[in-house]
């Protein structure tokens, strides 16, 4: 382990985590309000800095300047660390999200790992323990509330969201997801399967499962973030904010903003995984090998299309949030175990059947 | 007895819940883009458009007080306006004019007339109760101040808002 490699390393957790993650959430939150508006009609805010940019600048200094207030029933050092233990798993996943191909001979992911979803399925699972704590430690009984059903949700629908990604592995044949992405570029995007050997009868016939794979994917996703249609652990109307009702301040903001960076890197690991992360359709100036040179202007465009593909999933996400009503709980639960885990069984096998007959 | 509600009869792509998306993603959209396109406005930006021109003709603001053509405040002091306000808002001291002004015979006058307009409820009893003619409600209605005392309209301000009104009453015209 050399210097180079450790300097390398810091400056893209420096740049990818923290001068560009952090600010698209703060960018989130503002599309989150401004789409919102326009879709029942509104205007959304507009007043600080142009197009009302700096909103969420000017909420993060009002989160910073409020009373801090810690009930005294609470359990305080749980109570305390909850907050964080939304936050840092949802910021631990970038490590593994290859998010261009390579800058200056470097490649363009923080820790190229060889177990790639699973690390992120591992970390992300992670996130259910800061939500349990918060609605515990907080001692009343909606945070509790909102604290079981969101355990009970997430570990439902971790299971759909590990099954529903089988297929792609299968078809890959690898968990690396710089591979993974290098594989779309040359062969079709797994949602797009238009050139290179996407475009055969096997490529035909594998987008059946990738397409119902996906479906189940992005399902799951949001009902891991706890997004609407899913939110139910903090829905308002039943249960005041749920898991942080007790939370004041900047530890409610960690939260608030725990959720949205969530929504961000499961937004990267959908576009990694179905839409060729990096890559540009149709094969264009793709590189030669996998982590093969590719001049400055290259490499920033594959960043640049990268992060692309994720607003736009950002505001696929927002959109459907703007549309959907909740679901019940039990439907919510009906969905994950009659319907989501049994399809993304069959749709395993489905993958290697087909797999095995064009073979 | 218990009632049996039908449910619909959902068809087989209608359970499959994504045609219920798609449709609900074209309204939301629908909507988006005809406010991101700027084809409809229904927010009006408010301190820099205001709907000042539309305002109707009997729209009820902040009530003043008027002068005649000849600079006469019209006000007597009658009291009547205080008697009537229903919050209380009005309070007003009453003074005699002095024989050698020149609208002695008017007799009365108010020496303060204070409108509170964190009381006032707009409720236009004052002009409709005043037998001079001397109290209207204006078009103002933003009226703000950082203090109570601030939100207290006296003569002066009164007047200021009220300005000029002909006509009307002309009983006390020296040339009659």
Known sequence: MDWQFLLASLTKIVVFVFLVTLPLVALTV??????????????????????????????????????????????????????????????????????????????????????????????????????????????????????????????????????????????????????????????????????????????????????????????????????????????????????????????????????????????????????????LPFGWLTPDSLHGEVGFLTGAIHIASFFVKVIGFILFFIVIRWTLPRFRYDQLMRLGWVFFFEIALVNVILTALIIWLVE | MAIVVKRPKLKWWEHLYIPAIVSGMRVTLGHFFQIVSKKKKVTMQYPEEKWDAHLPEHYRGAPALVTDEQGRERCVACQLCEFICPPRAIAIRPEEIPSDDKWAKVEKRPKKFDIDMVRCIYCGMCEEVCPEQAIFLRKDYAITGTSREEMVHDKGRLYEIGGVRTGLVNKWNYHK
């Open chain 1, 30 to 279: 503002w599309a989150e309000r401004r789409v919102s508006a326009a879709i029942q009609d509104r205007v959304g805010p507009n007043r600080v800095g142009p197009f009302g940019l700096l909103q969420p600048l000017a909420d993060g200094i009002k989160f910073l300047l409020k009373e801090d207030f810690t009930p005294n029933h609470v359990r305080k050092g749980f109570y305390w660390i909850a907050p964080a233990l939304t936050m840092v798993p949802a910021l631990l996943t970038c490590a593994v999200l290859p998010f261009g191909s390579t800058l200056f001979g470097e490649k363009m992911v923080i820790a190229d790992l060889n177990v790639g979803p699973l690390f992120v399925f591992a970390i992300a699972s992670l996130t259910v323990y800061g939500i349990v704590l918060a609605g515990w430690a907080s001692n009343s009984k909606y945070p509790f509330l909102g604290g079981v059903r969101s355990t009970s949700q997430m570990i439902s629908y971790e299971i759909c969201l590990g099954l529903s990604i089988v297929p792609l592995l299968m078809i890959y044949g690898e968990l690396n997801l710089s591979k993974i992405v290098y594989e779309q570029a040359v062969n079709g995007w797994a949602m797009l399967p238009l050139w290179g050997e996407g475009w055969s009868l096997k490529g035909a016939l594998l987008f059946i499962p990738v397409a119902i794979s996906f479906v189940i994917f992005v399902t799951s996703m949001f009902a891991e973030t706890n997004r609407l249609p899913f939110d139910l652990p903090e829905c308002e109307t039943e249960l005041v904010a749920g898991y942080h009702t007790e939370y004041s301040s900047m530890k409610f903001a960690l939260f608030f903003l725990g959720e949205y960076a969530a929504m961000i890197i499961g937004s990267g690991l959908a576009v990694t995984l179905f839409f060729g992360g990096w890559s």
